[in-house]
């Protein structure tokens, strides 16, 4: 039997989904699995040791607080196993999040809810160095170039996950040792941004654009 072309490795902090990933991508006689992982970190630490030609990565993963998500994996292998092609898959499509991973260096972006196509072409794709997206990120890109989505800074995702736990400004002052002024300053501009003008309101929109996750 002819050996798989492209040797891929799998990241999702689901057994499940990783066995089923599996399963359909070694339906297809061009495409193998070499290596799965469960986090970000053992992604990047594996990609180095057995460098497979396209990796599989999860936008999000359990427990992140404590690790990195998919994002930052890929900015570690840009930096730690350059040149190797990396596909998001996620069931996220907002802009945000598209356009998070691809700034980061990703090559492909796909939903797991879409059809098993789409995933061979962004693996395909991406392994001779162009571009898997899937038709409804391809849309969301569009809307982006048309009407852009400004990207809170890191500090104000910050500020806006102490407002969703309920912390005053005092007390997100004295959580990321900052004044009260600059917290305020803070807040004129993730209003601006997101165009609101409450703290409820910003938190809400934070999460529907995909710029929060509340657990």
Known sequence: MTAPSLRLLIADDHAVVRAGLRALLEGAADLGVIAEASSGEEAVRLTVELTPDVVLMDLRFAGTRHGIDGVEAVRRLAAEAPGTPVVMLTSYSGRAEVVRALEAGARGYVLKAGPPEDLFRAVRSAAVG??????????????????????????????????????????????????????????????????????????????????????
């Not at 005053?168 to 941004?193: G, P, Q």
């Open 130 to 215: 162009g571009m898997g997206l899937a038709p409804e990120v391809v849309g969301d890109l569009v809307g982006q170039v048309v009407s852009p989505v400004p990207e809170l800074t890191q500090r104000e995702r910050e500020v806006v996950r102490l407002m969703a736990d309920g912390h005053s400004n005092r007390s997100i002052a004295d959580s990321l040792y900052l004044s009260e002024a600059t917290v305020k300053t803070h807040l004129v501009r993730i209003y601006r941004k997101l165009g609101v003008d409450k703290r409820a309101a910003a938190v809400s929109e934070a999460v529907r654009r995909g710029l929060l996750e509340l657990t």
